[in-house]
């Protein structure tokens, strides 16, 4: 038994992993092209896109728009056969606005989490791209695909299954997150593969479910793939590659991360989010950093009462001011010791899921 590609609507994943999409500007046209080129999905990142444009501090919802334009054509320009995909956050203040500009640029894939994304079928309605929803939970899965079906007649594309490992903004509660035994990812993805199976059955369509959160080796890839899974969606073992987006000290700081430094953050979002401890999360323990300019770039967001901005705080890490910003990761990444290129870490994964599989079916 070898890893098997699996369908989006028409379109054929080659190797089953789809690439994380990550913010601000961690996963941009250099990492999604060079992850689509090897057959897995390359996911740009829509999230305060627009951070180098010279207008972004007066006009950013512009100047993220226009970003995330020429994001995609350079990516398609680097891939043109690949495929690729947007990751557009709900919570964000131009969550239409960049579903819209996807969609005119005939993006392969939409994935959207961090809020429920109600009316996505409508946005892409009469367009080649297909919609991935972000679940934690059978229930989540079970709701979105009940609301898109009967409201939109549409059935999802595929389904995330994001767990409590997973770096970034997290669909958990503090509380589930703080006690002494998480939620499990295979539970979960059991729980989801579950829930659906009425929907494929009266739909006569098949539903991908994608593993995501703390997946980090290919023997990993290959224990979803054995319970059910269709896939895996993988991100911060491709922050080390050399074609991530990031600067250097971005990445380097995965590479000397130890196992201590990774902990829970708090978000404005509203969501506990997991970071790599630095200076920066260290000065919010004693007190909040008053926010100097606004770009309402979340629509939760409250600047007055926000314990700090995050749109600054991650521009400043995938700049390189790493003490000065928030660097969102997995809960592995201190298992990382090095970076390499993207064919070099789809070919190990492959290899190792290959084996895995091979030996567990003998």
């Known amino acids: ?14 190797i089953p992993i789809i690439q994380g999409g990550m913010g601000v500007g961690v996963s941009g046209a250099s990492l999604a092209a060079a992850v689509a080129n090897e057959g897995a999905v390359g996911v740009i990142s829509s999230v305060q896109i627009g951070y180098r444009e010279d ?13 995330l334009v020429n994001e995609i054509k350079k990516a398609r320009s ?12 709900v919570a964000t203040s131009n969550y239409k606005e960049a579903v819209l500009a996807c969609v005119k640029e005939k993006i392969d894939v939409i994935i959207s989490g961090a809020g429920l994304p109600s009316n996505l079928p409508e946005l892409v309605k009469n367009s080649c791209t297909k919609i991935i929803p972000i679940v934690s939970s059978g229930k989540a899965a079970a709701t979105i695909t009940k609301m898109w ?88 073992r491709f922050v080390a590659t050399e074609e991530c987006d990031a600067h250097i000290n971005f990445k380097m700081a995965y590479v000397n991360a130890k196992k201590e430094d990774v902990q829970l953050v708090k978000s404005p979002v509203g969501l506990p989010g997991r970071a790599i401890r630095n200076k920066f999360i260290e ?65 190990e994964l492959v290899t190792d899921a290959n084996a895995y599989l091979a030996d567990k079916t003998i």
């Open 1 to 14: 038994m070898n890893l098997s590609p699996f369908k989006l609507g028409d379109l054929l994943v080659k």
């Open 55 to 67: 207008d972004f501090d007066i006009n950013p919802k512009e100047a993220n728009i226009r970003a």
């Open 78 to 89: 680097l891939s043109p056969d690949g495929i690729l995909g947007v990751n557009i956050m």
């Open 149 to 236: 079906t009967k409201k939109y007649d549409y059935m999802p594309d595929a389904v995330i299954v994001e767990g409590p490992e997973a770096g970034g903004h997290l669909g958990f509660s503090a509380e589930d997150l703080a006690s002494p035994t998480l939620p499990d990812l295979k539970e979960i993805v059991r729980d989801v593969l579950e829930s659906i199976k009425p929907f494929e059955e009266t739909f006569n369509k098949k539903i991908p479910v994608i593993a995501a959160g703390g997946i980090f080796t290919g023997s990993d890839i290959g224990e979803f793939i054995m319970l059910g899974a269709s896939g895996v969606q993988m991100g911060t």
């Open 283 to 347: 000065s919010l323990e004693n007190s909040n950093i008053p926010v100097s300019r606004c770009w309402n770039c979340l629509k939760p967001c409250n600047p007055a009462s926000t314990p700090y901005c995050i749109s600054l705080a991650l521009i400043n890490s995938v700049k390189g001011d790493v003490d000065n910003g928030l660097i969102f990761s997995g809960s592995n990444v201190y298992r990382i010791d090095k970076i390499v290129t993207v064919k070099e870490l789809i070919n």
